[in-house]
């Protein structure tokens, strides 16, 4: 079946740090990957995706790349702000009419 | 981009009381929304499917009797939590994407805090 890994947090970084959350996926097919993230408090929001292989989805400063032949969407961002505290989840989805599955998250904080 | 919204944000019953939890698609028609159900620092449970005209599907380990669901339209589907006890206390999340479109992404409520007392 599908399924989604990402690195175990919590993740502490100061600011301006460079940041990396690894994420793996087992799939199906050919799912489209996404990054959403949570701020305290609240739902999901979409970061970025990516529907097909070497697409690379990008937002606020965030990338990540779709590896088929590694089977990563690996999280960057070049310099972290105190702002970019938050949860992160990676996930997959083969179908518009099945959940997503999601990775357990990861907790990011930033320190000034 | 299409917006999910969700309503209640924030309640706080008494233990034995109902409480109704909405979510909308507010500019599509959602044949399908999905419940989830968040512990603190966790991730993501799927509780349930929910679908337009016909019953829900629960994940294993989630009771019906107590999690009803009703998707009475095309763009609402309700969550209702049933002689709420403190342990149902959490973070219960909607979300919906556009039907048949693997390439669109979840569209997730702002998620509903119960507190139940």
């Known amino acids: 079946g599908n399924s989604v890994t990402q690195m175990e947090g919590p993740v502490t970084l100061s600011e301006e740090a460079f940041l990396t959350i690894n994420c793996t996926y087992t799939?199906?097919?050919?799912?489209?990957l996404f990054w959403y993230v949570q701020y305290p408090g609240e739902g999901l929001q979409l970061l970025l995706k990516?529907?097909?292989?070497?697409d690379k989805g990008s937002n606020k400063g965030f990338e990540a790349t779709y590896r088929k032949e590694t089977t990563s969407f690996h999280l960057e961002k070049g310099s972290v702000q105190v702002s970019d505290s938050a949860v992160y989840f990676c996930?997959?989805?083969?179908?518009?009419?099945?959940?997503?599955?999601f990775g357990k998250g990861t907790r990011l904080s930033v320190i000034a | 981009g299409a917006v999910v919204s969700q309503h209640p944000s924030r309640v706080i019953c008494k233990s034995g009381t109902s409480v109704k939890i909405e979510c909308r698609s507010l500019?599509?028609?959602?044949?399908?929304m999905f419940w989830y159900r968040q512990f603190p620092k966790q991730s993501l449970m799927l509780m349930a499917t929910?679908?337009?005209?016909?019953?829900?599907?629960?994940e294993q380990g989630v009771e019906k009797d107590k999690f009803l669901i009703n998707h009475a339209s095309l763009t609402l589907s309700t969550l209702t939590v049933t002689s709420a006890h403190p342990e149902d206390s959490s973070f219960y999340i909607c979300?919906?994407?556009?039907?048949?479109?693997?390439?669109?992404?979840?569209?997730f409520g702002q998620g509903t805090r119960l507190t139940v007392v």
């Open positions: 979300s919906a994407s556009i039907p048949r479109d693997r390439n669109t992404e979840a569209f």
């Open positions: 799939a199906t097919g050919y799912p489209s």
């Open positions: 990516a529907t097909k292989a070497d």
């Open positions: 996930a997959l989805s083969n179908s518009g009419n099945t959940p997503l599955v």
């Open positions: 500019d599509f028609q959602a044949t399908t």
């Open positions: 929910s679908n337009e005209g016909s019953k829900a599907t629960y």
